[in-house]
């Protein structure tokens, strides 16, 4: 799970980098807050191609502090990474309503790659310590 929240933190990075060199913005469904993509990454809203910054940070505390007895760690994880994947899914960078740079792109598929290998690592680490005696 370790691994997994440092691939999201290390997305995150990229697409901050992204978001501020190619200035797009996060529109999720169709919404767009005021100000500059530099100002919505500070604040924590994130941008078109960067989850914002508490999640990749809650992400790892919470693959930090896993235990083989406790399941919450593991859902934080889980929950995170279901919200990574849906805040990309209703971005309109996603859906290409605007023309986007490859670097765009890619952080497109980085972010669902990431999200998915959260989901995916944090639902069996549920799994196997719901198996524990």
């Given at each position: 799970m370790l691994a997994a929240s440092a691939l999201f933190s290390a997305t995150a990075a990229y697409g901050a980098v992204v978001g501020v060199r190619e200035d797009v913005p996060g529109e999720p469904l169709g919404w767009r807050p005021p100000g500059k993509v530099s100002t919505h990454e500070i604040v924590g809203l994130?941008?078109?191609?960067?989850?914002?910054?508490?999640?990749?940070?809650?992400?790892?505390?919470?693959?930090?502090?896993?235990?083989?007895?406790?399941?919450?760690?593991?859902?934080?994880?889980?929950?995170?990474?279901?919200?990574?994947?849906?805040?990309?899914?209703?971005?309109?960078?996603?859906?290409?309503?605007?023309?986007?740079?490859?670097?765009?792109?890619?952080?497109?598929?980085?972010h669902l790659l990431s999200g998915a290998a959260l989901v995916l690592t944090a639902r069996r680490a549920v799994l196997t310590s719901r198996r524990l005696p």
């Open positions: 994130g941008s078109g191609t960067m989850a914002p910054w508490p999640m990749p940070v809650a992400a790892v505390i919470a693959a930090l502090a896993s235990r083989p007895d406790s399941t919450v760690p593991a859902q934080v994880c889980l929950g995170i990474g279901s919200a990574c994947l849906v805040g990309t899914v209703v971005e309109p960078v996603t859906w290409g309503r605007r023309s986007t740079s490859r670097a765009t792109t890619l952080t497109t598929a980085l």
